[in-house]
């Protein structure tokens, strides 16, 4: 009988981890260990620190106590360079408030990561991978739009692209669903989840909608920060 195949380490590992806002918000939780391609959905109600551990995880929030780590290097002690790296090159965002820029068009939304750090590339390949992705959110007839033209849906579908545009290996998705009629809903989720297999990246997403929990490898639950 031949050896078991060791198990790969995980991509993001965390031990447990607790941070504490000056104003007395703390937040405690349990260690996150995510291969390649896996999913977590991090459930629980609004206020209750599901974004301040995307932050965490994002490098740009510092634990207080506890170590945060990716592809096997701690991101908690590394300098606010290296983290700012990290989100540049190795994390797709999909922020709660979208982040997008009004003065650019949707199209060029989407690009922007690529535009903003050296190590990344925009070159025809990418513009149609963009293309590739708004169409995959239903916006192929909007690529020139300008956001203030969008409705809150459309937005966050633009925000959603963004985040896949570099194939980060990190996807951190904060209510990603949030503003999405029930169908569109599951085509999102699944299209994060599917991104995120396909690449061998590891996906956190943060959401109070339990509609769409059964679509992710793991479930955990955020009760709230003290006090």
Same mark, same amino acid.
């Given at each position: ?9 995980? *991509? ?13 918000? %703390? ?12 999913? *977590? #959905?991090?459930? !629980?109600? @609004?206020?209750? !620190? ?21 592809? !096997?290097? @701690?991101? @908690? ?21 979208? %982040? ?20 990344l590339t925009l070159d025809a390949a ?8 708004? #169409?995959?959110?239903?916006? @192929?007839d909007k690529h020139h739009r300008s ?16 985040? *896949? ?7 951190l998705a904060d209510e990603p669903t ?20 396909? #690449? ?28």
């Amino acid at each position: 009988m031949s050896a078991p195949v060791p198990a790969a380490p995980p *991509l993001l590992e965390t031990t447990e981890l607790v941070f504490r806002r000056p104003t007395g918000f %703390e937040l405690r939780t349990l260690p996150i260990a995510l291969a390649r391609g896996r999913s *977590l #959905a991090i459930r !629980g109600p @609004s206020g209750c !620190g599901k974004s301040t551990l995307l932050a965490l995880l994002a490098g740009e929030l510092v634990p207080s106590e506890g170590d945060i780590r990716f592809e !096997g290097r @701690s991101l @908690s002690a590394a300098d606010d360079r290296t983290r700012r790296a990290h989100r540049a090159t190795r994390c797709g965002q999909v922020f709660q408030t979208f %982040e997008l820029v009004a003065s650019l068009d949707v199209l060029a939304n989407t690009l922007l990561p690529l535009r903003l750090h050296p190590a990344l590339t925009l070159d025809a390949a990418a513009t149609a991978r963009a293309r590739e992705l708004l #169409a995959r959110v239903g916006l @192929s007839d909007k690529h020139h739009r300008s956001i203030d033209r969008l409705s809150h849906g459309e937005r966050q579908r633009v925000a959603i692209a963004r985040a *896949l545009i570099a194939r980060p290996a990190l996807i951190l998705a904060d209510e990603p669903t949030g503003n999405l009629d029930p169908a569109r809903k599951r085509e999102i989720a699944a299209l994060l989840r599917d991104e995120a297999a396909a #690449a061998g990246a590891a996906l956190v997403i943060a959401t109070h909608d339990e509609s769409i929990l059964d679509m992710f490898d793991e479930v955990r639950a955020i009760d709230g920060g003290s006090p």
